[in-house]
Nanobody, 125 residues
């Protein structure tokens, strides 16, 4: 059983930064692709960024240039560095893992093999 636990959410002002973490356990870190998703109030869940099994990173256009995904294999932890935050970035942020999909597929994915429970990000204007 895979467990994913997100942390690092909080409240910041527009223009600020946050770094989200996703601690993975219950399996060896590979060969899963992993990604960050969010669900903003009144909107569908969207993929933001993903790292494939080969280390390739893919980003959604909405966050390209502002967000950066990375992972520390030794710590079994996935990160999302979020800069230049906007009020419209407010939402619940989730990490997820998938055995089969590559990073491009993960960013567009509707379903993933495993999901965390999420961490709340609130950006004030």
């Amino acid at each position: 059983q895979v467990q994913l636990v997100e942390s690092g959410g909080g409240s910041v002002q527009a223009g600020g930064s946050l770094r989200l973490s996703c601690a993975a356990s219950g399996y060896t870190y590979g060969p899963y692709s992993m990604g960050w998703f969010r669900q903003c109030p009144g909107k569908d869940r969207e993929g933001l960024a993903a790292i494939g099994r080969d280390g390739t990173a893919t980003y959604a256009d909405s966050v390209k240039g502002r967000f950066a995904i990375s992972k520390d294999n030794a710590k079994n932890t996935l990160y999302l560095q979020m800069n230049s935050l906007k009020p419209e970035d407010t939402g619940m942020y989730f990490c997820a893992a998938d055995l089969a999909q590559n990073s491009e597929e993960v960013v567009k994915a509707i379903s993933m093999d495993y999901w965390g429970k999420g961490t709340l990000v609130t950006i004030s204007s």
